[in-house]
């Protein structure tokens, strides 16, 4: 069937891939990969041997609109990223919504993902959780977006960089309440996977003092502001403030 198919692809165990992803991936007419060095690992794995094509984020419009021709006169194309859900801190959105545009069916496949994943053993509420992915590089920033996240009532899911997960730790326990629940979900499907949950200023602590933690892929859980506590956070993180500043 010709169409824009989502493949999720393994976020570290090659197992990870769905019976249907495999079939997708074998049948289409052209894989359209974040990078095709990248997922040639996987395709090798299965035997795929379906011709790829590059798609990142720096894919132009004309390549974009190439794909859409394609798929209007019968091809059937799936699009795929490094690791995990296309289009979930990954490129695909462009594309999507062209495909959309030009009556070309999109069709996901649900599969593995890092966010969701950690959520379902991050031991923090998961009736509501809120994705804020990756956090601006520059400290400035960063503390900028916490600031921002303070009265939200869900859980937050970060993505972040191993030698930035200590700072972010430290700002998120003075911005958000050092006493905040967080989770640190590290390496998941993978040999040294880890789950940690924590206090904001224990977690920073225990990560601070094994430097094994400020390695891998790292998904940080935070557990949401308490509807009525709300107020008490802010307090509690002005007062915080305070008490460094008085003598
Ligand atoms: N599309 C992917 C998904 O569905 O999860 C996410 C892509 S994003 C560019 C990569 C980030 O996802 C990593 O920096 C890390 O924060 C998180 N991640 C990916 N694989 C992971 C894993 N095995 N364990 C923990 N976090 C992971």
Redesign the pocket.
């Known amino acids: 069937e010709s169409g824009l198919y989502i493949v999720?692809t393994p976020?570290?165990n090659l197992e990870d891939l769905s019976l249907r992803a495999r079939s997708v991936l074998e049948t289409v007419d052209v894989i359209a990969a974040e990078d095709t060095r990248h997922s040639g690992t996987l395709l090798r794995h299965y035997d795929i041997d379906t011709p790829m094509i590059s798609y990142h984020e720096h894919s132009t419009a004309q390549t974009t609109q190439e794909l859409c021709d394609r798929m209007r006169s019968g091809a059937a194309i799936a699009l795929i990223?490094?690791?995990?859900?296309?289009l979930?801190?990954?490129p695909g959105y462009r594309l999507v919504r062209a495909a959309q545009d030009a009556d070309v069916p999109v069709v996901p496949l649900p599969g593995?993902?890092?966010?969701v994943t950690?959520l379902s053993a991050g031991g923090l509420p998961t009736d509501r959780f809120h994705f804020e992915g990756f956090l601006p590089n520059k400290a400035s920033g960063r503390r900028k977006r916490l600031q921002a996240l303070l009265s939200v009532e869900a859980t937050l899911v970060f993505?972040?960089?191993p030698h930035r997960i200590l700072a972010t730790l430290q700002d998120a326990g003075e911005i958000l309440g050092e006493a905040r629940e967080a989770t640190l979900?590290?390496?998941?499907?993978?040999t040294f996977e880890t789950v940690r949950r924590l206090p904001l200023a224990q977690l920073a602590q225990w990560v601070a003092s094994d430097t094994n933690q400020q390695r891998?892929?790292?998904?940080l859980l935070i557990s949401g502001a308490e509807a009525a506590g709300e107020v008490d956070a802010e307090a509690r993180r002005l007062l915080a403030l305070l008490a460094k500043a008085l003598p």
């Open positions: 999720p976020i570290g990223s490094d690791a995990g859900t296309p979930v801190s990954d593995p993902c890092a966010a950690a993505y972040e960089a979900v590290r390496e998941l499907t993978k891998g892929e790292i998904v």
